[in-house]
C-alpha cells in the first residue's frame, strides 16, 4: 500500500491538495484543492448528486445554511452532548484525545482486550489512564480528561454589545430535519423519501492530521431518509447494500473497505443502529462513511423545541399523521477523495529497472480523461492538435501537453490517472489519424480524427 508520504508528495507535485496558506508558511491541517484535486472532488459529488436525487424519484435536494438559529443545536443535542474527552500534556500543555491514547495503549500492550473505549465515561478514563499509567507521546504526566465541545462558536452583529452567539454547523443533517415540513409541502413527496444536501461542516477537532482524514472544515454528502417506523429496518438494509455497491462503481478498492456494527454506549445519541464503514487507510482501519437509524429523534425535538408540527399525513387517510422515522446515510468528500487516492495508486513495473505510477481512476472520476498531446511543437503538429481538441469540447475533460518528449508526457498523465492520450504526429497530417494510447494497458491504435469523438464516449463509458 502506498505511504502517506509518498501520497502527500504527489497530491502536492501534480496539483491535487496543497498546505492550506501555504506561501505564510501554511495553517496546521488546513489543505487547499489544486486544479486536479478540486475537479476529483466535483467529480465525487456530481456522480453521488446524480445517484441519489437525480436519478431517483424518491428523493429531492437541500442547500441549508451554514449559519443557523442557536436553538437548532440545543435542540439536536449538540450543545449538550457533542464533545470529546480532552487531556493535555502536563508539561508542553499539547492536547490530545484521551480514547485515542487509551486505544493505542491497548493496541500496543494489550491487544486481545474487549474494552470498549467509545463507551467509557471521562471518569472511566481518568481512571484507566492512571491504572496504567499511560503517559502522553512525548512521556509526560496527562491532566485528567474533561469534555470539549467540537463545535466553533462565532458571533453576528456590528457592534459588541449587540452581538449574538451562533455556531458553524458541525453536521449538515439540521438543515434538512428543520426544513422538512418546508420540503414536504413543495415537493408533495410520499413515505417513504428523501432529503439529500452536500455541504460544508466545521468541527474544532483536539486531534486533527493524517493529511486531509481530519481536518477542522471538511464537506458531508448526507441523506435522511424518511419511512414508516415499522419499516425501517429494510430501507436500513437497502441504503447498507447500495453504498457498498456507489463504493465499487466510483473505484474504491472493495477488498478495503468493512463493515463495522457499532454496538452499545458507542452509538451516538440519536441512534439506535449504526453501521460505519471502514476503509484500510495507510494509517490504519479507519471511518469512511457512516449509516444510522436515527428513529424520530430529531423531528420530535425540534417539534417540542419550535413548537410547529413536524408530521406526515397519510394522503389515503387523512386523519393519520405520523412523524417519520429516518435512515441517515453520511458520506465525507474528502475521506472519500482520500479512498479513492489509496484505491488508484500503483507502481507498476514496465521494463526491468523501469518503474511508472500510476493513478487507476475510474473515467468517470479522472480529473483529466484525455490529453491532447503533439508530438512536436512545430510543423503544423499543435494547429492540428487544436482540431482535434476542439472536437472533444464538452464531450471530455481534456489537458493539452506539449512541454517535454512524448515518453516524460505519458508518465507524467499516468501520474494523474488521465485514461487515454492521443499523439498528433507527423502522419496525421497526411492521413487524418492519430494514436490513442491507454493508460492501463499502455497499448496503442490507431483512429481517424473523424472517428475520435465517438472512440473516446465509447472508451470513457
Known amino acids: 500500500m502506498v505511504t502517506m508520504e509518498t501520497l502527500v508528495s504527489l497530491c502536492k507535485r501534480r496539483g491535487f491538495i496543497y ?13 487547499d484543492y ?51 474527552p480532552l487531556v493535555e500534556d502536563a508539561v508542553s500543555h499539547k492536547r490530545f484525545r ?41 512521556g ?39 426544513n422538512f415540513k418546508n420540503v414536504l409541502t413543495t415537493s408533495r413527496k410520499r413515505l417513504p423519501f428523501g432529503i439529500a444536501q452536500i455541504g460544508k461542516a466545521f468541527r474544532n477537532e483536539i486531534t486533527p492530521g493524517n493529511f486531509i482524514f481530519r481536518t477542522l ?10 419511512v414508516e417506523a415499522e419499516e425501517w429496518e429494510q430501507h436500513f438494509e437497502a441504503w447498507n447494500k447500495w453504498m457498498e455497491e456507489w463504493a465499487a462503481v466510483i473505484g474504491l478498492k472493495t ?7 457499532v454496538v452499545g454506549d458507542a452509538l451516538a445519541h440519536y441512534s439506535k443502529r449504526t453501521v460505519d464503514f471502514e476503509f484500510d487507510f495507510p494509517f490504519g482501519k479507519k471511518e469512511l462513511w457512516g449509516l444510522a437509524y436515527r428513529t424520530d429523534f430529531d423531528l420530535t425535538n425540534h417539534a417540542k423545541a419550535s413548537g410547529e408540527k413536524l ?13 417519520p422515522h ?39 472520476m479522472a480529473p483529466v480523461q484525455v490529453a491532447i498531446l503533439p508530438l512536436m511543437k512545430k510543423g503544423g503538429l499543435p494547429e492540428k492538435a487544436e482540431e482535434v481538441l476542439a472536437s472533444l469540447a464538452g464531450i471530455a475533460r481534456c489537458d493539452f501537453d506539449v512541454t517535454g518528449s512524448i515518453g516524460k508526457r505519458y508518465r507524467r498523465q499516468d501520474e494523474i490517472g488521465t485514461p487515454l492520450c492521443v499523439t498528433i504526429d507527423y502522419d496525421s497530417l497526411e492521413d487524418n489519424a492519430v494514436t490513442v494510447r491507454h493508460r492501463d494497458s499502455m497499448e496503442q491504435e490507431r483512429v481517424a480524427i473523424a472517428d475520435i469523438a465517438s472512440y473516446v464516449v465509447k472508451k470513457l463509458v
Request: hydrophobic share 40%.
Open 34 to 84: 489544486g486544479p486536479l484535486g478540486a475537479q476529483l472532488k466535483q467529480n465525487i459529488k456530481a456522480a453521488w448528486w446524480k445517484a441519489v436525487v437525480e436519478s431517483r424519484q424518491d428523493m429531492v435536494g437541500l442547500d441549508g445554511a451554514i449559519l443557523m438559529n442557536p436553538r437548532v443545536w440545543e435542540a439536536s443535542g449538540h450543545v449538550a452532548t457533542f464533545n470529546d
Open 255 to 261: 477488498d478495503h473497505l468493512h463493515r463495522l456494527e
Open 311 to 323: 408530521e406526515y399525513t397519510d394522503p389515503a387517510d387523512n386523519s393519520r399523521k405520523v412523524v
Open 326 to 364: 429516518v435512515i441517515e446515510p453520511s458520506l465525507g468528500v474528502d475521506r472519500t477523495l482520500l479512498a479513492l487516492l489509496v484505491s488508484a495508486y500503483e507502481e507498476e513495473e514496465v521494463a526491468e529497472g523501469d518503474t511508472r505510477v500510476v493513478m487507476r481512476f475510474t473515467p468517470q
Open 19 to 31: 498546505p492550506g496558506s501555504d506561501i505564510y508558511g501554511g495553517l496546521a491541517n488546513s489543505w
Open 98 to 138: 484521551a480514547d485515542h491514547l487509551i486505544e493505542a495503549w491497548i493496541a500496543k500492550k494489550d491487544p486481545e482486550s474487549t474494552l470498549v473505549v467509545d463507551a467509557m465515561s471521562t471518569e472511566e478514563m481518568a481512571a484507566f489512564i492512571a491504572e496504567k499509567g499511560i503517559k502522553s507521546p512525548d
Open 140 to 178: 509526560n504526566a496527562l491532566t485528567a480528561p474533561k469534555q470539549f465541545n467540537l463545535m466553533f462558536e462565532t458571533s453576528t452583529g456590528v457592534t459588541e454589545k449587540g452581538k449574538n452567539s451562533v455556531y458553524l454547523r458541525p453536521e449538515t443533517a439540521q438543515a434538512i430535519f428543520v
Open 217 to 226: 472544515e471538511f464537506e458531508q454528502m448526507e441523506i435522511e431518509y424518511f
